[in-house]
């Protein structure tokens, strides 16, 4: 090989590794704005048993820096799969712990309730990730005997009647995203190649593989949910942290300060003849 090939390789090369430094010094870097301690919450699906746990740590851990700005962001999906979705809107709507502020995204279960309000015959899709549940922990009796379309029609009529007007506010009134410092919080993911002020409410709610497989910068790390994984994932783009806490007992939360990340899960044990269900859309 000629001597001035052999150097422009090794000189390519040298430059690889500077640019590698340099972005791995800029993901270690990233920080949450000055003086703010924020705590980042998984998918908690209906369960409020896991809810009340984790924010007892929550609190807990909050004691250690008294002088900060304590923000919790719920990262959606509330509702269905566990059994307590009606319980788990009223312990958000009773606000945070003392001391803290929050901030409560929209996953996409959120926007399949919803959508069941305006189209009942939605329920032969929602009933398969989760939505029976839900409705059964607002008292909803009326399913019909198969589950017909005009079983779903009454049901969501007794729905929308038992429904509290709180909750429906509540519902309709969450955010799609929240951006402080170097962090974009949503509950699925962005769409890798498209700027952050331009995603489409489909992808932030619903978007998975294109996300997750993504090894790329998306101008922020994005603190996420929506995936199920064993444990918390810490990448340099982006931070999941749903951990399937509706089978697994595991609620999980990122703790964010400065340029410090850590996390708080819950370890309750298994519940007894409990077995992870599908999967379906998140």
């Known amino acids: 090989m000629p001597p001035t090939r052999t150097l422009a390789i090794v000189q390519f090369r040298r430059l690889l590794a500077k640019l590698k430094r340099i972005a791995g010094g800029r993901a270690s870097r990233r920080r949450t704005p000055e003086g703010i301690r924020i705590y980042a919450v998984g998918d ?3 369960r409020a048993d896991l809810l009340r746990a984790l924010l007892e740590l929550i609190a807990a851990d909050a004691r250690e820096a008294p002088a900060v700005r304590k923000l919790l962001i719920y990262l959606g999906d509330y509702v269905d799969r566990g059994r ?3 319980e788990v809107i009223e312990l958000l709507l009773a606000g945070p712990p003392p001391g803290f502020e929050a901030v409560h995204l929209k996953g996409n279960h ?3 309730l919803l959508h069941f309000l305006e189209a009942p015959g939605f329920g032969h899709e929602w009933r398969h990730f989760g939505g029976l549940e839900t409705l059964q922990s607002y008292g909803v009796t009326d399913l019909g005997a198969r589950l017909a379309d005009a079983g779903f029609d009454r049901a969501r009529d007794q729905f929308a009647a038992l429904l509290p007007e709180a909750h429906r506010k509540f519902l309709e009134g969450l955010e799609l995203s929240v951006c402080l410092g170097d962090y974009l919080f949503v509950h699925a993911g962005v769409r890798p ?3 952050l002020e331009d995603q489409r409410e489909e992808d932030l709610l619903w978007i998975r593989d294109e996300f997750t497989r993504w090894s790329g910068s ?4 994005v603190v996420h949910g929506h995936s199920v ?6 990448e340099p783009n982006r931070i999941n942290v749903d951990t399937g806490a509706y ?8 703790v964010l300060d400065g340029a410090q990340r850590a996390f708080l899960q819950t370890g309750l044990a298994p519940v007894s003849g409990r077995a992870p269900g599908p ?3 998140g």
Not at 218 to 221: A, D, E, L, P, R
Not at 229 to 234: N, Q
Not at 247 to 254: D, R
């Open 44 to 46: 908690i699906h209906g």
């Open 218 to 221: 998306f101008g922020k790390v």
């Open 110 to 112: 959120e926007a399949a």
């Open 193 to 195: 190649g498209v700027a």
């Open 247 to 254: 089978m697994t007992n595991h609620l999980t939360c990122a």
């Open 279 to 281: 999967r379906g859309p």
């Open 229 to 234: 994984t064993e444990r918390p994932e810490f």
């Open 84 to 86: 307590e979705s009606r």
